[in-house]
């Protein structure tokens, strides 16, 4: 067939919808509506593709043969134009920087409900290493590194957290075509942290006397408002970041409700929590200390977050046991002979000592913001309001008498 002509062309693109081949895979596209195209048609691996050049009269019938013959070239060259054109679409990813903020956005925020755990281990344990490095620049040695610098500050679930974090990571950027490798899958857990055991700690009446008589002999390095923080741990069992991230705007304390909403729920769902009378009584006092702040736990420091740190109560347990981490010369052991325990610990113990008050299981899950399983989840749609107050002050009064 012969080939096109300028003329020609010109004609053909006030003609009706219709393919017009120049030859040697190059069409001329008149469309119903819009300007008309310059197409190439091209074979690879075995498929039939289509690859727009641009659009007439802007793009000529001698620049669209031009611009063919080059992209013809790159396609004997191994090249697929159209995967070329979709590079380009993307924005330029060269550092383990920019992979991760690649990664959290078009990842993390859209799969998971809280995308600020990876991001800020990411910030604190990952980048000051390597987040200058260019993607295919990581080897195992820079990940052995990594996991070295967390398990030496004494750190063994962060480590762990961040081994995992770095396999995602780097799996982000094989999909991507950025790296050829997964210079993290070589390690396991016995290289981190270790294989972690669930945790079971739950404090006895007498280990919450010894414990919170230690915090308050110690309460000028431990701080007053650690101090009421562990308090409401133990009488409303919530998750650390629920407590130590609110805003005052949540609480009622007139009415005695804490109303958790959902963005801040670890299952979704909003909650109006029953505060016991310590409970707002120590809110009242933590008020007072606030000095004004929109938190009940203000940042102590400069710092881009607003409120309490996700360490920072962790860590001031953890010195009073003689444990601090990244120090070579550890602070005295406070607590003695008592076994460590957590933020999350409290939480656990409030279920214990609910247990034994008689609180029924549903109401005490239900305390803990955890949604009822199997059949009983389904159909139980009651939010138990009245007996959860109930327990929380039963919880609470044997509390008083330990603190």
């Not at 407590?243 to 609480?251: G, K, N, V």
């Not at 949604?371 to 007996?387: A, N, Q, S, T, W």
């Amino acid at each position: 067939m012969a080939k096109l002509s300028a003329t020609q062309v010109a004609s053909l693109a006030k003609r009706e919808p219709k393919k017009h081949t120049d030859g040697a895979g190059l069409y001329f596209c008149v469309r119903k509506t819009g300007n008309p195209y310059w197409m190439l048609r091209y074979s690879q691996s075995g498929k039939r593709r289509e690859a727009t050049l641009g659009g007439y009269p802007a793009l000529s019938l001698a620049e669209a043969r031009l611009q063919a013959e080059v992209m013809k070239k790159d396609i004997r060259g191994g090249l697929d134009p159209l995967i070329e054109k979709q590079k380009q679409v993307f924005p330029e990813i060269l550092t383990v920087r920019q992979l991760f903020n690649d990664w959290h956005d078009t990842d993390l925020c859209r799969r998971l409900q809280h995308p600020s755990i990876p991001k800020r281990i990411y910030t604190k344990e990952i980048d000051p290493v390597i987040g200058t490095y260019p993607i295919r620049d990581v080897t195992p040695r820079e990940i052995r590194r990594i996991i070295q610098r967390v398990v030496e500050s004494g750190r063994p679930t962060i480590a762990n957290d961040t081994l995992m974090y770095l396999k995602q990571l780097f799996r982000h950027g094989m999909k991507l075509d950025l790296c050829q490798n997964n210079p993290a899958s070589p390690f396991t857990a016995t290289d981190a942290g270790g294989l972690e055991s669930s945790r079971d700690r739950m404090l006895t009446p007498e280990e919450i006397r010894h414990a919170f008589q230690v915090l308050r002999d110690n309460i000028s390095s431990f701080g007053r408002d650690n101090y009421l923080a562990c308090c409401l741990f133990l009488v409303l069992g919530v998750r650390k970041s629920e407590l130590c991230e609110a805003p005052w705007e949540e609480f009622d304390l007139e009415a005695a409700i804490w109303g958790l909403p959902a963005h801040r729920s670890k299952t979704g769902t909003a909650i109006s929590i029953p505060l016991p009378s310590q409970a707002v009584e120590w809110l009242t006092t933590l008020k007072g200390f606030a000095c004004g702040s929109a938190h009940v736990f203000p940042a102590r420091r400069a710092s881009k977050r607003p409120h309490m740190g996700p360490d920072t109560l962790n860590r001031a347990i953890s010195k009073l046991f003689g444990r601090e981490a990244g120090r070579k010369k550890q602070p005295p052991n406070k607590m003695g002979h008592l076994e460590h325990f957590t933020v999350h610990d409290l939480r656990r113990t409030f279920r214990s000592l609910a247990a034994a008050e008689g609180v029924p299981s549903h109401v005490a899950e239900r305390c803990l913001n955890h949604k009822l399983k199997g059949v009983e989840g389904i159909y139980d749609r009651h939010d138990y309001f009245e007996e959860r107050r109930l327990a929380h002050q039963k919880v609470a009064d044997i509390v008083s008498d330990l603190v």
